[in-house]
């Protein structure tokens, strides 16, 4: 089951360009969700660097999760996960007592069960992949490498959201597809206003509307990645000093804008190698490196593997 949603909310005013106007314009594709199932004490559900971001909502149990270098959390029924792309994870079970997922009646058997291990401790969650776009842009979510990682109460909005998609989900009948829409634009609306007011460095993206030329200057390296940019040209872009330029968008996208620029244009590097047969040559070109040695070099220092590596490691 795959949506395709445009994000519409009422404006408001908010600094150069109002939040509201951002949300609106984001585009927002899921991916065919499972109900997984970890079994067992020691038991991990061990996902690799996905190349779209995704959403894990924990439906029964208790455990843990564990995303790169980050420490671990708790996880428990009503814990909402959404990561970025490329961030390797994994979900642990840690508990014998366990609501029971649905049994499942996919629709256009797009939703399945995903079991790992054997054993009474169960961890169940269900499971989706998660791509945000702005402008046709995608991506978006990945521009600050940081997991979003929520414990909803009971009551809160968001759960009761997510509860009753988990229901739609389980149970499809006449109306699903645009119930489970609806849904799914209340979630990641609310996710993304609460962090956002939260200071969460996970939407710091959102923060440069309230820049002007920040914000110019973020969809300026979005729309040109393979552009020679440097700090000079890019502060000169926006009429500012290199000094000021520097630290002002340090401050607000929480990295450097070469740091940035590099890293948007190696993720789309890895995107190309999962769904294309491209030569890598031809990729470096592509993303703005017209070395493949130094583009080899930088990839793996990103990823961790070469990008022959990296393609055979796709599935």
């Not at 552009?227 to 520097?246: C, D, I, P, Q, Y």
Request: net charge positive; glycine share 8%.
């Amino acid at each position: 089951m795959s949506f395709r949603l445009v994000i519409r909310v009422n404006e408001a005013k908010f600094g150069y360009m109002t939040i509201d106007r951002i949300l609106e314009a984001l585009e927002v594709d899921l991916k065919p969700f499972a109900f997984c199932e970890i079994r067992g004490a020691s038991t991990t559900l061990a996902l690799p660097g996905q190349t779209q971001a995704i959403l894990h909502y924990v439906t029964g149990g208790t455990g843990k999760i564990v995303v790169g270098k980050h420490s671990e959390q708790k996880v428990c029924r009503g814990t909402i996960i959404l990561l970025p792309a490329f961030q390797h994870h994994s979900l642990i079970s840690a508990t014998e007592t366990f609501d029971p997922l649905p049994q499942c009646r996919p629709i256009d058997a797009a939703l399945k069960h995903i079991q790992a291990g054997d054993g009474p401790q169960t961890l169940g969650a269900v499971c989706g992949l998660v791509d945000i776009s702005y402008r046709g842009i995608s991506g978006i979510l990945n521009l600050i490498q940081e997991p979003l990682i929520e414990q909803l109460e009971p009551g809160d909005r968001i759960r009761n959201a997510m509860d009753e998609l988990v229901l739609e989900l389980a149970n499809p009948t006449l109306g699903t597809r645009a119930l489970a829409r609806s849904l799914l634009e209340q979630c990641i609306i609310m996710l993304l206003r609460r962090h956002h007011s939260k200071g969460h460095k996970s939407v710091n993206w959102l923060r440069g509307a309230e820049d002007q030329q920040m914000w110019e200057i973020l969809q300026h390296i979005l729309d040109t990645p393979r552009a020679s940019h440097t700090v000079e040209s890019l502060s000169e872009k926006v009429g500012m000093s290199r000094a000021n330029f520097a630290k002002r968008f340090k401050e607000i996208y929480g990295t450097g804008p070469i740091e940035l620029l590099r890293s948007i244009r190696l993720q789309r590097a890895a995107e190309l190698l999962s769904v294309s047969d491209l030569p890598i040559k031809t990729i470096a070109s592509k993303v703005g490196y017209q070395s493949r040695s130094y583009f080899t070099r930088a990839f793996e220092s990103e990823f961790g593997k070469t990008p022959d590596k990296y393609r055979k490691s796709t599935p």
